[in-house]
T-cell receptor, first 113, second 116 residues
Framework: AQKITQTQPGMFVQEKEAVTLDCTYDTSDPSYGLFWYKQPSSGEMIFLIYQGSYDQQNATEGRYSLNFQKARKSANLVISASQLGDSAMYFCAMTEGGTALIFGKGTTLSVSS | NAGVTQTPKFQVLKTGQSMTLQCAQDMNHEYMSWYRQDPGMGLRLIHY???????DQGEVPNGYNVSRSTTEDFPLRLLSAAPSQTSVYFC???????????????FGPGTRLTVL
């Protein structure tokens, strides 16, 4: 069974709008971490945001916030005020032991002017 | 700090050839891992290491070997390259806070491998 599910292969948004990228996860470990990465067309993996399973508050980093709903096992990424430079592939990932990551298949975000 | 470095950036092999992808980090991280990325897929874990001398298999380990003799280096060996191993390979390092997993995984720039 997939541990990380991203159900949106592609998303389209206009500049300055907010967009939510969905991610659900599956684990029985009470201690885990959730990540979002951005991969532009140049190919590098850029860390965006992290949420620990014991964190009480939703993580925020600038225009990025993680909507963490533990009971629903969801960790959606919210990008506020989209910019053209946000066009990229976005990956949700999880670690259960802090060693390595399990990735979803990604969502391609396209931002238009 | 150079972070995580990978060499080479590009490589073309013939079926049956062997080679080693190099990965090094200068952040003294305990954990290192190798992933492959194929079109339309997320990154899939090949092998990982929790410290010098300790390695374990990930989701797709077949056809690859690893060793970790030092904290800094974690090379990935292709024993007999096959076209199915054509992919982009990423190395990553991370540390554990001891609570909900690591804070951040630092990725190298990737190696694009083509096997003919």
């Amino acid at each position: 069974a997939q541990k990380i599910t991203q159900t949106q292969p592609g998303m389209f948004v206009q500049e300055k709008e907010a967009v939510t990228l969905d991610c659900t996860y599956d684990t029985s470990d009470p201690s885990y971490g959730l990540f979002w990465y951005k991969q532009p067309s140049s190919g590098e993996m850029i860390f965006l945001i992290y949420q620990g399973s014991y964190d009480q508050q939703n993580a925020t980093e600038g225009r990025y916030s993680l909507n963490f709903q533990k009971a629903r096992k969801s960790a959606n990424l919210v990008i506020s005020a989209s910019q053209l430079g946000d066009s990229a592939m976005y990956f949700c990932a999880m670690t259960e032991g802090g060693t390595a990551l399990i990735f979803g298949k990604g969502t391609t975000l396209s931002v238009s002017s | 700090n150079a972070g995580v470095t990978q060499t080479p950036k590009f490589q073309v092999l013939k079926t049956g050839q062997s080679m080693t992808l190099q990965c090094a980090q200068d952040m003294n991280h305990e954990y290192m891992s190798w992933y492959r990325q194929d079109p339309g897929m997320g990154l899939r874990l090949i092998h990982y290491s929790v410290g010098a001398g300790i390695t374990d298999q990930g989701e797709v380990p077949n056809g690859y070997n690893v060793s970790r003799s030092t904290t800094e280096d974690f090379p990935l060996r292709l024993l007999s390259a096959a076209p199915s191993q054509t992919s982009v390979y990423f190395c990553a390092s991370s540390y554990s806070t001891g609570t909900s997993g690591s804070i951040e995984q630092f990725f190298g720039p990737g190696t694009r491998l083509t096997v003919l």
